[in-house]
């Protein structure tokens, strides 16, 4: 629960369970007296100056562009074939009567009086959340279009089969089960990929709020809860280090390999080497040269997206994610313009990845074994970018110049594996370490993002504590990412 609800309703607790709201602008009061003061002076204000100005549209109001204020597009999210949605005109009739009777009645008793108390705060709190995100008019599913299955979910995982989306911030959203249900039709399907289910755990503990600057793309997100905000703030700690884990190859970032199985180090991945060396000894008078370069090597992406491989693609995506690191750490006046444009080349290349491999972009490393090393360093890479760029979703605005709801949950997706297995230089030293873990119950057992927020949720339990354990012993620097993460699930 929020701080500033238990703030509230410890102080209603305190003056004799009064509460009441004001029927024009919703204000809460728990003294008598205040809220007599208050509802003559907004009556007045509401005969003298009535709100009735029409606000734009969410897209025009982000990116600061005048609204047509047409229906039911306007004729700039017509253009740019993006939703469309208008806030809600406010209710000034007294929306909230009932409550207020119950909070004035004074037949009822204290307990009655807090249990409104309790429900009408949990409602505020719900409401002020779907407002400012734009999910009250059913246009949520598709507001970026980001791509067919990176969806509001903000993960990459679309298996074909149906699938289970709350796609909506409420009191109703709220389930009481722990575990999600894969629908008759998912388990009716035999096919050769899992039937993923994209859920909304029981508690949103990472409120998202999109003041002015958090809708700025690859600007900070500003989270609710304070234990969340300090878990964005260590896993950023931890992300602005992968740059300068650039310079050299027996450093590199966790979600991309040492390339120790090739000859030649792959094109896309060298370039970002040399661009990682002017990033890091970048000045005022070189940083127009480092995005213009950066700029140039984004747009190559494009012009061979039809001629790259799915292993070409694969390498392409990661250095872009380094350069979305690069441009979240170098902030400036032209940040959300770079960051809108990268992120378009970044799901051009999530949509032609598709294309190629005809499946899932991830699949779990258990129920998709890999024949050679060869094929288990693409498909753990494929994980590995996976979780990196889910764990970005929570932490960053990913916004692409149009209104964009929080990235859900997504129990399936696949975690990565141990790091003496990625780390490994030779194919004897992989097949070793293939072999060890196999024997073990973490890679069975913790899989998914899912499986380690249960443990992380129940480390009361022995069992959880042991593989919580295991985890931490066999993972690496994105391992102790995903733990953060479940903080900001």
Same mark, same amino acid.
């Given at each position: ?119 009408? =705060? ?16 059913? +246009? ?22 149906? +699938? ?20 008759? =039709? ?43 905000? *300090? ?25 991309? *390999?040492?390339?120790w199985h090739r000859s030649v180090m792959p094109e896309e991945i060298a370039n970002c080497m040399s661009i990682a060396q002017i990033f890091t000894a970048r000045t005022s008078e070189t ?47 032209? %940040? ?29 490393? *258990?129920?998709?074994?890999?024949? %050679? ?46 790091? %003496? ?53 066999? %993972? ?14």
């Amino acid at each position: 629960m929020d701080v500033s609800i238990q703030s509230f309703k410890s102080s209603s607790l305190a003056t004799a369970g009064f509460l009441s709201l004001c029927p024009l602008c919703d204000k809460a009061f728990i003294k008598e007296h205040s809220y007599n003061r208050h509802l003559s002076y907004c009556r007045r204000r509401f005969r003298a100056n009535p709100t009735t100005r029409q606000k734009s549209c969410h897209a025009c109001r982000t990116t600061k562009t005048k609204c047509s204020f047409e229906h039911p597009s306007c004729s700039r999210c017509l253009l740019w074939d993006i939703p469309c949605i208008y806030d809600r005109p406010r209710d000034y009739k007294g929306s909230h009567g009932a409550a207020n009777m119950i909070s004035n009645d004074p037949t009822q008793s204290s307990l009655a009086r807090w249990d409104a108390g309790e429900n009408l =705060s949990t409602s505020l709190d719900c409401v002020h959340s779907t407002d400012v995100l734009g999910t009250d008019d059913g +246009s949520f599913q598709d507001v970026t279009k980001f791509i067919s299955d990176l969806d509001a979910s903000g993960t990459f995982f679309n298996s074909g089969l149906n +699938s289970v989306t709350y796609a909506s911030f409420g009191a109703d959203v709220i389930q009481q089960n722990h575990r999600p249900q894969l629908e008759q =039709s998912s388990r009716e399907t035999a096919g050769s990929s899992l039937g993923y289910v994209l859920w909304t755990p029981p508690k949103l503990t990472a409120t998202v709020h999109y003041g002015d600057q958090s809708t700025r793309t690859l600007t900070h997100l500003r989270l609710g809860n304070p234990a969340s905000q *300090h878990c964005a703030v260590l896993a950023m700690g931890i992300i602005r280090a992968f740059p300068q884990m650039m310079l050299r190859q027996q450093t590199f970032p966790p979600f991309i *390999h040492g390339q120790w199985h090739r000859s030649v180090m792959p094109e896309e991945i060298a370039n970002c080497m040399s661009i990682a060396q002017i990033f890091t000894a970048r000045t005022s008078e070189t940083r127009g040269f480092l995005w213009r370069t950066i700029a140039a090597e984004a747009q190559r992406f494009k012009d061979l997206l039809d001629t790259y491989s799915a292993q070409e693609i694969l390498t392409a995506a990661q250095a872009l994610l380094i350069y979305m690191i690069m441009a979240i750490i170098d902030q400036d006046e032209l %940040t959300s313009e770079r960051g809108a444009d990268m992120i378009n080349t970044f799901k051009l290349l999530c949509i032609r990845f598709k294309d190629l491999i005809n499946g899932p972009f991830a699949e779990p490393d *258990h129920m998709h074994p890999s024949a %050679t090393w060869e094929d288990w360093i693409f498909a753990e890479s494929r994980r590995r970018l996976g979780c990196l760029w889910f764990l970005i979703t929570r932490i960053v605005s990913v916004r692409n110049g149009a209104e964009c709801a929080s990235y859900d949950y997504n129990y399936f997706l696949p975690v990565c594996s141990a790091k %003496t297995m990625w780390e490994a230089r030779t194919r004897e030293e992989w097949e070793s370490e293939l072999a060890f873990h196999e024997v073990g119950r973490i890679r069975r057992e913790l899989w998914n993002l899912g499986a380690l927020v249960d443990a992380h949720r129940q480390s009361y339990d022995p069992m959880s504590a042991f593989l919580l354990d295991a985890w931490d012993a066999s %993972t690496d620097k994105l391992g102790t990412l995903m733990s953060l993460c479940v903080s900001l699930v």
